[in-house]
């Protein structure tokens, strides 16, 4: 009589192939999990932080969005996951991205609409500094706040002010970071997805091209070309639906904004190298190694 078998974490084997380590396998989906949960993170932060402009550098007058310094993380994590787990689970990759950074733009939005409760502005202090012992002629100074969110109608000298609940100054500040305008959400949604699936295309587009070798062209011949795409499709809707600019205009400041990424693409050359390496050291598995979950754990 034959004996059942034994079931195991391992997936199953051919004929031909012997038993996975179990415990190598299962470092090879913590692995990719981990970076999975990190490309999601940076995404959502992304579409947190993203809101704030900042002086660009060697241009003060030129102002970039902060998503920038987080935004290429996510490509530089979805060439680490191309070259490892292959083109599906980066796709899934992508795809989980999204739907996340909806799940949370989803909830921002509820927690914006909810009635605020004055318990959640201090009494005393704060973001805002109290006006009114100031007198109704005070003025603020450019760079100055106050503590009371202060509603002026009219001009100078004469000008009615209107002291709003420190609590509505919460709100205020508080919408004033994660409100969405819903035509910039499009375009960068849009943008999103069909960047980052051009980018993984494209890698294994350039890997097959050059059978595996130079890291650094694909790494960069992905990224340059989805980059690019992201900037023009964000950009376009932003500029000429959002603020009807001027078509020149628009080209000017969008291949400025593309000059940027392309000078991070190039620093993050040497990352992809750093990742994948310590990656595959990790996994057990030699730099020139070809990464093969059916043979994980098995003797050189």
Do not use: C
């Not at 980018?199 to 340059?224: E, I």
């Amino acid at each position: 009589m034959t004996e059942p078998s034994t079931a195991t974490n391992a997936p199953p084997q051919s004929a031909s192939r012997p038993a996975v380590d179990a415990r190598a396998y299962s470092r090879y989906e913590r692995i990719y999990l981990v970076l999975a949960a990190t490309f999601v993170t940076t995404l959502v932060l992304t579409n947190i932080i993203g809101i704030k402009l900042f002086r660009a550098p060697f241009n003060p007058e030129f102002a970039l969005t902060t998503g920038i310094i987080t935004y290429p993380i996510t490509f530089l994590i979805t060439d680490i996951v191309s070259e490892i787990w292959g083109k599906k689970r980066a796709n899934f990759m992508v795809f989980l991205g999204f739907f996340m950074s909806l799940l949370m733009l989803a909830i921002v939005q509820i927690a914006v609409h909810v009635s605020p409760h004055p318990y959640w502005a201090p009494g005393e202090g704060g973001f805002f500094a109290d006006l009114a012992s100031a007198g109704p002629g005070a003025t603020l100074d450019t760079g100055e706040t106050a503590h009371e969110l202060v509603r002026v109608t009219g001009g100078n000298p004469v000008a009615t002010r209107e002291t709003v609940a420190p609590v509505m100054a919460y709100q205020h500040a508080f919408d004033s970071v994660f409100a969405l305008n819903g035509l910039l959400l499009f375009g960068s949604m849009l943008a999103y997805l069909v960047a980052q699936l051009i980018d993984v295309r494209l890698y294994h587009f350039w890997k097959k091209l050059t059978k595996g070798r130079h890291l650094w062209l694909r790494n960069n011949g992905s990224t340059w070309v989805s980059q690019l795409v992201d900037t023009a499709i964000v950009n376009s809707i932003l500029f000429y639906l959002g603020f009807k600019m001027d078509f020149m205009v628009g080209v000017q400041i969008m291949v400025t904004i593309y000059l940027y990424k392309l000078v991070i693409a190039a620093i993050d050359t040497p990352l992809i190298y750093l990742g994948v390496y310590i990656t595959k050291r990790l996994l057990g598995v030699q730099w020139a190694d070809e990464v093969d979950p059916d043979r994980l754990g098995e003797p050189a």
